[in-house]
């Protein structure tokens, strides 16, 4: 008889309640628990598992990183799909190869490299890579002189954080003056450049900011699944241009994703992003995690998240080729269950059941043992946003 797989997923984002759907669903009906925790109890992740807790918060990351072993060891994970402090815990593998647990991670190597904006298009520039012009800048100085080359060369300038991800502080410069226009409608990330100068020269906190052009659509968003043995298994764009999504396997997106994917040991699930610089391609952004969107590739047929499973299982799924590209497509927002209640760590409620028209778990009830050990590793009483 075939065991079940106990796979965790911790902090990850509330898309992937589709991640764990898929898991489910996998072509080789193989049963599969999901155990999440989370530090926010309406994370709709929670809802979607099968065992949940609260996570401690304030932990440093290599307290975190024992509070994990101690999650896989008395939980028996299997396998254990890291978002938050991956950094810490990637460096950690053999301990928890020893409590039985394969990460669903890249190498020590790779996470550090792609921290970094900076470091990581110094990296893929050095293999051939095209990143588009860029300047990391700390000051006031340092950015009016990076706005003024772009805008010299006929660009919007815009930056964001040299360490961060997905849009957080992403902002684009401009020059007209404050108005109503910046008041009407909806927010944009529009900021005038005399504003940010002055928080700049009047700012105690540290500044280290990547400034480049906006770059244009279409944006492509190329998710990986690549083995230990750093050869590539899938390699798939999602295009995104306005509302439209869609798939493409064009080479001209899929060959530089390829080449970082194999060359810098981002193995298992990784999500590569470019947009048009002039007239090519260029290096947008690097995720050594699964993307929140990497369900979409269900629209072409493919299971990702139950291939990288198997993968980490040491249980090779092969090169996924899609068997056809799916239709373009729109994404909307839809409601999803929560726990009935935001529980202290030791509870785990059923979700609610308002929302009839989306099937919910079964409730689990973690038994007293569990709850007494949850509490001592440092679990909150109450949740935190």
């Known amino acids: 008889m075939v065991s079940r797989v106990r796979v965790w997923l911790n902090r990850t984002y509330a898309e992937n309640v589709f991640f764990v759907e898929q898991l489910r669903r996998n072509p080789s009906d193989r049963a599969v628990e999901i155990h999440a925790t989370h530090g926010d109890a309406d994370s709709p992740v929670l809802a979607a598992a099968d065992t949940a807790a609260m996570e401690p918060e304030g932990l440093s990351p290599a307290a975190y990183v024992e509070y994990a072993l101690d999650q896989c060891d008395r939980r028996e994970i299997d396998v254990f799909v890291p978002r938050l402090h991956q950094d810490a815990i990637v460096e950690h593998r053999a301990d928890f190869e020893a409590v039985g647990t394969k990460l669903l991670a890249p190498t020590p190597e790779a996470v550090a490299v792609f921290q970094d904006k900076a470091t990581a298009y110094q990296a893929v520039e050095a293999v051939g890579v095209p990143t588009p012009p860029w300047?990391?800048?700390?000051?006031?100085?340092?950015?009016?002189?990076?706005?003024?080359?772009?805008?010299?060369?006929?660009?919007?300038?815009?930056?964001?954080?040299?360490?961060?991800?997905?849009?957080?502080?992403?902002?684009?410069?401009?020059?007209?003056?404050?108005?109503?226009?910046?008041?009407?409608?909806?927010?944009?990330?529009?900021?005038?450049?005399?504003?940010?100068?002055?928080?700049?020269?009047?700012?105690?906190?540290d500044v280290d900011w990547l400034v480049m052009p906006r770059l244009e659509q279409p944006e492509v968003s190329v998710d990986c699944l690549t083995g230990p043995d750093s050869r590539i298994r899938m390699a798939i764009g999602r295009t995104k241009n306005g509302r439209r999504r869609g798939f493409t396997l064009d080479e001209a997106w899929l060959e530089p994703a390829r080449l970082i994917a194999e060359g810098f040991g981002l193995h298992h699930l990784s999500n590569i992003q470019f947009r048009m610089y002039e007239d090519r391609p260029v290096l947008m952004d690097v995720n050594t995690r699964p993307a929140g969107g990497l369900h979409q590739l269900s629209l072409c047929g493919i299971n990702a998240p139950w291939a990288a499973v198997q993968l980490a299982l040491g249980e090779d799924p092969g090169d996924l080729v899609p068997p056809f590209l799916g239709q373009d497509y729109a994404v909307i927002s839809a409601p999803r269950p929560v726990r009935t209640v935001s529980a202290p760590a030791d509870e785990v409620p059923a979700p609610t059941s308002t929302l009839s028209a989306v099937p919910a778990p079964a409730a689990v009830e973690e038994p007293v043992a569990e709850a007494a050990a949850e509490a001592s590793a440092g679990a909150p009483a109450t949740a935190t946003a």
């Open 135 to 205: 300047w990391r800048v700390r000051s006031a100085d340092e950015l009016l002189v990076a706005v003024e080359q772009l805008e010299a060369d006929g660009h919007k300038a815009c930056f964001k954080p040299a360490a961060g991800a997905g849009g957080v502080g992403f902002r684009v410069i401009t020059r007209a003056p404050f108005s109503m226009s910046h008041l009407n409608g909806f927010p944009t990330p529009y900021v005038q450049l005399d504003m940010v100068l002055d928080v700049l020269r009047n700012t105690e906190e």
